[in-house]
């Protein structure tokens, strides 16, 4: 499994450049690099660490999920596991982050379907949590105000289903019916069992205001690399727009579920800052591939660095412990 996402990251890495050079033939190279020389680089170290408070945010988030389902494991270790999991941040919808129940399954034997839908009560906190952030901005522009809410009320209905363990487990009877899924029956109902645990009302509450820190911490620094270009007359984009621009592009992406949304969040974000706030295309290039490098390349680089520590802290390479999984 390891080995299959390794070289998932290695083709969205060749996507990526693909892509960012064809956005930066796009403005005319020579204007990109105007736009970067113009760029406050002294502001950039503040957005880094308003992407690690998001990676705290959203860790604390992971073990109270972890304590909702009575898995022990020493904090400092699970904060290793958490962050190691980020490498696999380029993966479709972040599914590749079911990595860290390996893990946590090799420290203290807690079974991948126990572990496995914190991964799924992950995504829909966050979603809810970026729709409810630019839900401000959207309504100020009545821009995809439908596409959000349409959104919005597919988590919601989600989670009543979820919360139905009357009709989740007459869906679940009804799969069992088939010889492949009867395999699985105890799993699906071990898998349910911990997702029904993560969406009841207080647990949904505390999650949901956790992932809301978390995100608006990265839609803060957005706010920052955005205003950081000295460049005269240039638009201001207040924190409410930024917060617009930047959560919307983020559940663009994740609804394509390309690798880390690559392409359509970039995409989205550039074309956004050009159409609702008149900013310069190579200004709107300059900055998307800032905060992308801030946020989602900075994640992967966490997420390799906090691999090797875990490998040093276990003595166990992660290859061999997916594999003995």
Same mark, same amino acid.
């Given at each position: 499994?390891?080995?299959?996402?390794?070289?998932?990251? $290695?083709?969205?890495? /060749?996507?990526?450049?693909?892509?960012?050079?064809?956005?930066? $033939?796009?403005? +005319?190279?020579?204007?990109?690099?105007?736009?970067?020389?113009?760029?406050?680089?002294?502001?950039?170290?503040?957005?880094?660490?308003?992407?690690?408070?998001?990676?705290?945010?959203?860790?604390?988030?992971?073990?109270?999920?972890?304590?909702?389902?009575?898995?022990?494991?020493?904090?400092?270790?699970?904060?290793?596991?958490? @962050?190691?999991?980020?490498?696999?941040? /380029?993966?479709?919808?972040?599914?590749?982050?079911?990595?860290?129940?390996?893990?946590?399954?090799?420290?203290?034997?807690?079974?991948?379907?126990?572990?496995?839908?914190?991964?799924?009560?992950?995504?829909?906190?966050?979603?809810?949590?970026?729709?409810?952030?630019?839900? $401000?901005?959207?309504?100020?522009?009545?821009?995809?105000?439908?596409?959000?809410? /349409?959104?919005?009320?597919?988590?919601?209905?989600?989670?009543?289903?979820?919360?139905?363990?009357?009709?989740?487990?007459?869906?679940? +009877?009804?799969?069992?019916?088939?010889?492949?899924?009867?395999? @699985?029956?105890?799993?699906?109902?071990?898998?349910?069992?911990?997702?029904?645990?993560?969406?009841?009302?207080?647990?949904?509450?505390?999650?949901?205001?956790?992932?809301?820190?978390?995100?608006?911490?990265?839609?803060?620094?957005?706010?920052?690399?955005? +205003?950081?270009?000295?460049?005269? +007359?240039?638009?201001?984009?207040? /924190?409410?727009?930024?917060?617009?621009?930047?959560?919307?592009?983020?559940?663009?992406?994740?609804?394509?579920?390309?690798?880390?949304?690559?392409?359509?969040?970039?995409?989205?974000?550039?074309?956004?800052?050009?159409?609702?706030?008149?900013?310069?295309?190579?200004?709107?290039?300059?900055?998307?591939?800032?905060?992308?490098?801030?946020?989602?390349?900075?994640?992967?680089?966490?997420? $390799?660095?906090?691999?090797?520590?875990?490998?040093?802290?276990?003595?166990?390479?992660?290859?061999?412990?997916?594999?003995?999984?």
């Amino acid at each position: 499994m390891f080995q299959k996402y390794k070289k998932r990251i $290695i083709y969205s890495l /060749i996507f990526a450049a693909v892509f960012y050079l064809a956005f930066s $033939i796009y403005v +005319n190279l020579n204007e990109l690099l105007i736009a970067f020389g113009k760029y406050n680089w002294l502001l950039f170290p503040f957005v880094l660490i308003l992407s690690f408070c998001n990676y705290i945010a959203r860790f604390y988030k992971w073990e109270y999920y972890t304590k909702v389902l009575n898995i022990k494991i020493d904090r400092k270790l699970n904060f290793v596991i958490f @962050l190691s999991s980020f490498i696999m941040a /380029i993966t479709p919808g972040k599914v590749g982050e079911v990595f860290k129940s390996y893990l946590l399954k090799e420290q203290n034997g807690t079974a991948i379907s126990k572990s496995g839908p914190i991964i799924l009560a992950e995504r829909i906190t966050d979603f809810l949590s970026l729709i409810m952030l630019s839900m $401000i901005g959207a309504l100020m522009f009545g821009y995809e105000t439908k596409l959000i809410i /349409i959104t919005g009320i597919f988590f919601v209905l989600l989670i009543l289903l979820i919360s139905s363990k009357k009709i989740s487990y007459g869906i679940m +009877n009804i799969f069992e019916k088939f010889k492949f899924f009867s395999r @699985l029956s105890q799993k699906f109902h071990t898998a349910y069992d911990s997702i029904y645990q993560m969406v009841r009302f207080k647990e949904l509450m505390v999650t949901l205001f956790l992932s809301i820190i978390a995100w608006f911490f990265e839609c803060l620094g957005f706010y920052i690399v955005i +205003n950081s270009f000295g460049i005269e +007359n240039i638009v201001h984009v207040n /924190i409410f727009v930024a917060t617009f621009i930047y959560g919307f592009a983020t559940i663009a992406g994740a609804i394509t579920m390309l690798p880390g949304g690559l392409g359509a969040t970039d995409a989205s974000i550039a074309f956004l800052l050009v159409t609702l706030q008149g900013i310069a295309e190579n200004v709107a290039v300059a900055a998307t591939l800032i905060i992308r490098v801030a946020t989602l390349w900075f994640a992967v680089i966490v997420g $390799i660095v906090s691999i090797l520590l875990y490998q040093k802290i276990t003595h166990k390479k992660v290859s061999e412990i997916v594999l003995d999984s």
